[in-house]
């Protein structure tokens, strides 16, 4: 199925009597059993008001085209969303109704927050085949955020997105990198904390156990204005000076470097299983440990452990009880996402019930 509008999405999912797989790009290698579903032919930005910061998509709209004409107006999606198809082996293109569904976010999350953070509006057909509109198109119009932040990462188990508004940020004129040589993980971590709570405004931070070169690199970005970032970089390497520090100015370089943090790119074209561990950053280098990975990398300043390990390991049972989850991104033979606690799980199945009473959106996928 491969509806071309939204009234035609809603007669396929309300005459449906079976399972339904719902793809957008078919990027993040999920593969349920149903009917295969293709939002692809929902496609095109009908609203762009750079002025108004807002943006208005079909959600099979592919992620590139809306870069593509955010950056003709020196903008961009500042929550930095990922691209898959390096670490799952997989083509197609990102839809921008997939990145919202699996509340896509990168590097940048530390410091402006997750994609659902800039969600102003959806439209949406639930499980009944029901039109669904919530939230607004520009931001002065935004009302009942409930549903938006409730789709967002949802992974179309409530309802298959046909429309998003988002909020939109302009693009920094430069940025730098501080990199700090050798640490070790329970070091870095410590590192990434200070930076954060500095007044210098660290827009990502990450740590590579195993850099290119081989050796520990921890990475702090800083972007802005030229001399702004110029001064804060400077500050920042000062509240190091102790330990192996440079500052990378040359902004393409930067960009780049934190396109490889942002793709996992370290562990593309390597085998095993792939998990991402959020967690209490104060507890990543702890966690990091116990999972007895064949590669680490860290992000959100701890918060988040992306692992590559043997396959079929059982990362859960390593680590046992922590305050977080952990997501199975590439592999099989577990649960894909973490089994909520009871009370929880128990309002998750209400939610669905409730969106999809017939109970065959994604089925399987969220346990």
Known sequence: MRPETEAELADMIASASGPVCVRGGGTRGVNLNGTLLETGGLSGVTLYEPGSLTLVAQAGTPLAEIETALDAEGQRLAFEPMDHRGLMGTSGAPTIGGVVAANVSGPRRVSVGACRDF????????????????????????????????????????????????????KPETAACVMIDGLSDADAVRAMAKALGSPFEVSGAAHIPVGLDGHPVTMLRIEGFAGSVAY???????????????VDRDPEAVTKSWAWVRDVSAFHDAEGDVWRVSCTPSDAATLGAKIGAD???????????????????????????????????????????????????????????KFDPKGILNTGLMG
């Open 119 to 170: 969600m102003l509006g959806v439209r949406f057909v639930d499980g009944t085949g029901t039109i669904v509109k919530n939230g607004g198109r520009v931001m002065k119009n935004v009302t009942g955020y409930d549903l938006v932040k409730l789709m967002s990462g949802s992974w179309g188990t409530l309802g298959v997105l046909s429309e998003v508004s988002l909020k939109v940020l302009p």
């Open 232 to 246: 804060r970089a400077d500050q920042i390497a000062g509240l190091f000076g102790e330990m192996a520090v440079w």
């Open 295 to 353: 590669a680490l990398l860290y992000d959100w300043g701890g918060g988040l452990i992306w692992a590559r390990v043997t396959q079929g390991k059982d990362v859960r049972a390593r680590l046992g009880e922590f305050d977080g989850h952990a997501t199975l991104v590439r592999g099989t033979g577990q649960p894909k996402f973490q089994p909520n606690p009871a009370p929880i799980a128990a309002l998750s199945r209400g939610l669905q019930q």
